[in-house]
């Protein structure tokens, strides 16, 4: 898979978080539930400040690696973390370098297969922050996904 390794400055975002790990038979329920319920829930349309209409699907607290467990935030990014709303929180991307990958296609086949592809790679990482921004339009069959990947 072909990415760029790019410099990003740190990320205030806010949203909503699960813990899972990628063995966990109910990981896709999770992971779908936590994205229903931001949309469905009026979660996305709450959060004041928002820096652009894209959402992400950030990954965090890693336990060790790929096999370990992890925290999943629904979230967007905002300027400010004052006045949140009831029963969302906010996190900090770190600031540093990430190898970006960009997908197209349905957006949960195009983004399952994606990480099925990464785990095969032999990528530096970091386990630090990882995220996957979709970027504004709203056709889930035809989505744009920026997946950015903490190397070190």
């Known amino acids: 898979m072909k990415?760029?390794?790019?410099?990003?400055?740190?990320?205030?975002?806010?949203?909503?978080?699960?813990?899972?790990?990628?063995?966990d038979a109910d990981m896709p329920q999770i992971i779908g539930?936590?994205?229903?319920?931001?949309?469905?829930?009026?979660?996305?349309?709450?959060?004041s400040h928002k820096q652009n209409d894209c959402s992400i699907g950030l990954y965090s607290n890693y336990e060790n690696d790929v096999n370990g467990a992890y925290d999943i935030t629904v979230c967007c990014e905002v300027s400010e973390l004052d006045h949140l709303p009831s029963g969302v929180?906010?996190?900090?991307?770190?600031?540093?370098?990430?190898?970006?990958?960009?997908?197209?296609?349905?957006?949960?086949h195009a983004v399952g297969e994606f990480w099925t592809k990464l785990w095969?790679?032999?990528?530096d990482r970091r386990y630090g922050y990882d995220f996957e921004e979709y970027q504004s339009g709203g056709d889930m069959d035809n989505a744009e996904i920026h997946i950015y990947i903490a190397i070190n």
């Open 3 to 23: 990415y760029e390794v790019v410099e990003i400055s740190e990320k205030k975002v806010v949203g909503i978080t699960a813990r899972t790990r990628n063995s």
């Open 33 to 47: 539930g936590l994205w229903q319920r931001f949309w469905t829930d009026g979660i996305y349309q709450s959060i």
């Open 89 to 108: 929180e906010a996190k900090i991307i770190s600031s540093g370098k990430y190898a970006k990958f960009v997908v197209h296609g349905h957006m949960q």
């Open 120 to 123: 095969g790679m032999n990528l």
